[in-house]
T-cell receptor, first 111, second 115 residues
Framework: SQKIEQNSEALNIQEGKTATLTCNYT??????LQWYRQDPGRGPVFLLL?????KEKRKERLKVTFDTTLKQSLFHITASQPADSATYLC??????????FGQGTELSVKP | GAVVSQHPSWVICKSGTSVKIECRSL??????MFWYRQFPKQSLMLMAT?????????EQGVEKDKFLINHASLTLSTLTVTSAHPEDSSFYIC???????????FGPGTRLLVL
């Protein structure tokens, strides 16, 4: 069956470093993947969308890559700040617009 | 940007009662709204897809008679948890979708605690 997985439950890094989060997919080829940020007790907030024919997309300190050979998307936050601490979710949009989310990775940026 | 609201933001109720949660798209018309449920330390799980003027489509394992969805207009969808039980305690989140190629916008969520 189609699966989308984020294999790190938690990631702890030092302020100023680059955080790299991974999203893997198996048994299918998504046309595009989306990344969301979710703060505790809040709904997800859309960050970036990357299509399968795009190698990389950037938005300020955020960068997303899509590697169809590795069946993987990487999400990078450069010059990370404590305010970047949150759970980051990757998602695939299925039929009719419904989103299938990965388990999420909880990022903690220490000062 | 587009704003989606949910009301109430949290609710505590007794077991056996029904609870209604509203989801509104404030500044755009949503062709489709989605309802998700999230348990602690877990990701969002889609419960149902709601299209204005038609019956909701429920995901496998979600009881349609327990989770009643009404999509009365292009800006309002409601989820009613009927005869709530403690195991229904969760964080319920809606999203509104403007159409193909559009981004989904999520509401702030409603935390339900059933005693």
């Amino acid at each position: 069956s189609q699966k989308i997985e984020q294999n790190s439950e938690a990631l702890n890094i030092q302020e100023g470093k680059t955080a790299t989060l991974t999203c893997n997919y198996t048994n299918y080829s998504p046309a595009y993947l989306q990344w969301y940020r979710q703060d505790p007790g809040r709904g997800p907030v859309f960050l970036l969308l990357i299509r399968e024919n795009e190698k990389e997309k950037r938005k300020e300190r955020l960068k997303v890559t899509f590697d169809t050979t590795l069946k993987q998307s990487l999400f990078h936050i450069t010059a990370s700040q404590p305010a970047d601490s949150a759970t980051y979710l990757c998602a695939d949009e299925g039929q009719g617009g419904k989103l299938i989310f990965g388990q999420g990775t909880e990022l903690s940026v220490k000062p | 940007g587009a704003v989606v609201s949910q009301h109430p933001s949290w609710v505590i109720c007794k077991s056996g009662t029904s609870v209604k949660i509203e989801c509104r798209s404030l500044d755009f018309q949503a062709t489709t709204m989605f309802w998700y449920r999230q348990f602690p330390k877990q990701s969002l799980m889609l419960m149902a897809t709601s299209n204005e003027g038609s019956k909701a489509t429920y995901e496998q394992g979600v009881e349609k008679d327990k989770f009643l969805i009404n999509h009365a207009s292009l800006t309002l969808s409601t989820l009613t948890v009927t005869s709530a039980h403690p195991e229904d305690s969760s964080f319920y989140i809606c999203s509104a979708f403007g159409g193909v190629g559009e981004t989904q916008y999520f509401g702030p969520g409603t935390r339900l605690l059933v005693l």
